[in-house]
């Protein structure tokens, strides 16, 4: 499955951005779908994840409470909504899609289709 990311960009701490993850030429229903970053200088490090049907979902602890992933089926499309975006949120935000399964991890190893990634920034 070939994914895209959109929804990037530049926001001042305390702000909120949504990013995208599109199926090119697939839908997304069967894989488990998770969200990645790699601020610059870092390793890339597991941010969150939804499970086929969304049987569940999981977040790292640095974003727990201010970020959310979800699925709109309809548009064939995964969420991460970000709140409370903090300077240390920085970095090229990737979505991967792996094997369908009803327990997710955020562990790259479990996923095999890379979007090209996308841009964000926290800057006053």
Do not use: H
């Amino acid at each position: 499955v070939q994914l895209v990311e959109s929804g990037g960009g530049l926001v001042q701490p305390g702000g909120s951005l949504r990013l995208s993850c599109v199926a090119s030429g697939d839908t997304l229903v069967p894989y488990t779908i998770g969200w990645f970053r790699q601020a610059p200088g870092r390793e890339r490090e597991g941010v969150a994840c939804i499970a086929t049907f969304e049987a569940n979902t999981g977040y790292v602890d640095s974003v727990e409470g201010r970020f959310a992933i979800s699925r709109d089926y309809a548009k064939n499309t995964v969420y991460l909504q970000m709140n409370s975006l903090q300077s240390e949120d920085t970095g090229v935000y990737y979505c991967a899609a792996g094997g369908g399964t009803r327990y997710c991890s955020i562990v790259e190893s479990q996923y095999n289709s890379w979007g090209q990634g996308t841009q964000v920034t926290v800057s006053s």
